[in-house]
């Protein structure tokens, strides 16, 4: 399985940025995808996660504000964020999971990709 992000950037406070994941290879077995981010200096942490049937959740500091989706015709993961603040920058990275249901840990992914820069600055 190769995840490859896409979409990140340098935006204002306030602005909004897309992010995408292309899923690729042995993607059959694969139902959920997550979303999760790395601030400088700080720990890997879920930032949102979906199932193949387009059940969702999002972490409490991104709820209101980002919307996770997929495309499962094409493939692909969305998240979308709205109203960033300084504190969203880091590095986004997708995954996906060989098992079933929700999940925000980052055990609980077996497939990663490399991550794609967000910097929300003035």
């Known amino acids: 399985v190769q995840l490859v992000e896409s979409g990140g950037g340098l935006v204002q406070p306030g602005g909004s940025l897309r992010l995408s994941c292309a899923a690729s290879g042995s993607i059959l077995n694969i139902d959920t995808m997550g979303w999760f981010r790395q601030a400088p200096g700080k720990g890997r942490e879920g930032v949102g996660s979906?199932?193949?049937?387009?059940?969702?959740v999002l972490s409490p500091s991104v709820s209101g504000r980002f919307i996770i989706s997929r495309d499962n015709a094409k493939s692909i993961v969305y998240l979308q964020m709205n109203n960033l603040k300084s504190e969203d920058t880091g590095v986004y990275f997708c995954a996906a999971r060989r098992g079933s249901g929700l999940a925000l840990a980052v055990q609980s992914y077996d497939y990663w990709g490399r991550g794609t820069l967000v910097t929300v600055s003035s």
């Open positions: 979906i199932t193949k049937s387009g059940v969702s």
